[in-house]
């Protein structure tokens, strides 16, 4: 039964360093290369901008100027890391509290506040643009389905354009 135990918290202990090095907790402290907090808001930033397209090559070449950093392969695994702590703030409705949460012990203080207010500074205004992408997506699928014309409640056909700013440009 000693065995069992040792057995179950050792996969359990195994699981939890497992979920830190997927998380990329190791990486973080790579933004403290960044020589000012407007650097890691850039960062931030454009790594929302691009969530849709990836990171171009320039993008890339001024992270890792930013960073001091010699290769995308030091680079790559910070991105993932903060590519999913953005994730987790704008598609999981994280607080404050929460946000803190998501740091490894090991992040140091100073990272994880800077992190954190920056996460918060941004998290309404990417809720907003993720509304506005669904809302787009909607609307084209919509339009898709139905050629662009709508049924009213008597059963006319009326287009949406003349309402609609996106389909008058």
């Not at 830190?20 to 000012?36: D, I, M, T």
């Not at 890691?40 to 901008?49: C, P």
Request: charged residues 30%; aromatic residues 6%.
């Amino acid at each position: 039964m000693a065995m069992e135990t040792r057995s179950s918290s050792s996969s359990s202990s195994t699981r939890g360093r497992q979920r830190q090095q997927l998380w990329g907790h190791k990486h973080l402290p790579l933004l403290v290369g960044a020589s000012s907090k407007d650097s890691v808001e850039y960062i931030l930033q454009a790594l929302w901008r691009t969530r849709n397209t990836g990171l171009d090559s320039a993008d890339r070449s001024i992270f890792r100027d930013i960073l001091h950093l010699p290769s995308d392969s030091d680079l790559d695994p910070l991105l993932v890391c903060l590519r999913m702590l953005i994730r987790r703030c704008v598609y999981e409705n994280t607080t404050k509290e929460e946000i803190q949460k998501l740091f490894p012990e090991d992040v140091s203080p100073e990272l994880q506040k800077l992190l954190t207010l920056l996460l918060q500074k941004f998290q309404s205004e990417w809720k907003d643009d993720v509304l506005k992408d669904k809302h787009r997506v909607d609307k084209e699928a919509l339009q898709g389905e139905t050629g662009g014309n709508f049924l009213s409640s008597k059963g006319d056909q009326a287009s949406d354009n003349a309402t609609d700013p996106i389909a008058t440009k």
